[in-house]
């Protein structure tokens, strides 16, 4: 279509035909794929399968996961964080997003116990790194060792093709809206730049709502 609407705007300009027939029209309008989300139930899964661990790394990586799904964080933005940025008095966290934007996240009392368990069992690695998070050699942990951390856990409690820290983001940002809170406060709670970035999550509830209904109610099914 593209090819064809500069093909005859060439005719047009250099030829002298009378009108570019494809002037007006509109290509076709690729679908919005809807953010893929855990339930809640595979969310608990997916925390106490890790609670059961022992190893060294089992209070780190728990501590991720639980930020990742109370906050929304992205990845990048979990790797870069630093302990100044956690206030534990007032229990917020102040990020640095996209663009160099800040924005604060709340975040509650046991999220606050498993940081400072793992701030412990972090001062037994020899490390030179101040960022939160650090591999088991003392090395800033990057976005790319996140994703592997996140989708490693993940396997072991579901066959979801989808398994990343954005899927925990997702999650975070459903489960607010599934239990009312409004679009706005997700917007600055993800650090989204518009509201239509958050208004997929609104989509994506209603598919939910919607195969529901198709599967419960006697006149809804396809």
Known sequence: L???????????????????????VKGPQKSRRLPEFFTLEEVISLLEGNEKRS????????????LLFASGLR??????????????????????GKGRKERIIPFGEDLAGMIENYRLAKAE???SADTLFISNKGRSLTSHQVYI?????????????KRSPHVL???????????GADVSA????????????TQVYTHAT???????????????KK
């Open 206 to 220: 209603f598919e939910q709502i919607k195969n529901i209904y198709q599967q419960s109610h006697p006149r809804g």
């Open 75 to 96: 990845a990048r933005e979990l790797c870069s964080l630093h302990f100044s940025q956690i206030d534990f008095a007032r229990q917020t966290i102040l990020i640095q």
């Open 169 to 179: 983001r997702h999650t975070f940002a459903t489960t607010m809206l599934n239990d």
């Open 125 to 127: 690695i020899s490390t």
């Open 149 to 161: 951390i996140v989708r490693n856990l993940m396997s072991m409690v579901t066959t979801r093709q």
């Open 186 to 197: 997700i917007k600055a709670l993800l650090g989204h730049s518009s509201l239509a970035a």
């Open 2 to 24: 593209s090819c064809m609407r500069h093909f005859y705007h060439y005719l047009v300009s250099v030829h002298n035909f009378e009108s570019n027939p494809f002037e007006g």
């Open 55 to 66: 190893d060294p790394l089992a209070k780190r990586d728990q501590a991720i996961l639980e």
